[in-house]
């Protein structure tokens, strides 16, 4: 009697498993290049425009940034004391993984 349940409930256990392991693979948070761009001028501008200075070289992002690591770097930005004249270490998270940061 207890096999038959079981062979009725298999598939829908199955289909449940399925489902389960479907939610735990990771999610590709890659932002592209331009929305990477973006974000990171608008923090450097506003930052150069309150403190008066800027750093002298461009800040160029990657083709496809990490979310964790493009709102770590711009963050940090905004949040990085006058004079502006380098960009924060935790921009560094964008190209490669810094150990104790981040996720």
């Not at 392991?21 to 932002?31: E, F, H, N, Y």
């Not at 770097?73 to 924060?88: G, N, V």
């Not at 270490?89 to 190209?95: D, N, P, V, Y």
Request: glycine share 6%; net charge negative.
């Amino acid at each position: 009697m207890i096999c038959l349940d079981l062979r009725k409930h298999s598939k829908l256990i199955f289909i449940s498993c399925l489902l389960i392991a479907g939610s735990c693979m990771p999610v590709d948070t890659g932002i592209e290049f331009e929305d990477s761009m973006s974000e990171i001028y608008a923090a450097t501008a506003y930052k150069a425009q309150e403190c008066g200075n800027q750093p002298s070289l461009p800040f160029i992002a990657p083709k496809n940034a990490k979310e964790y690591g493009l709102r770590l770097c711009s963050l940090s930005i905004l949040r990085q004391e006058c004079p502006f004249q380098d960009y924060p270490i935790f921009c560094l998270e964008m190209f490669i993984d810094l150990p104790g940061v981040g996720p």
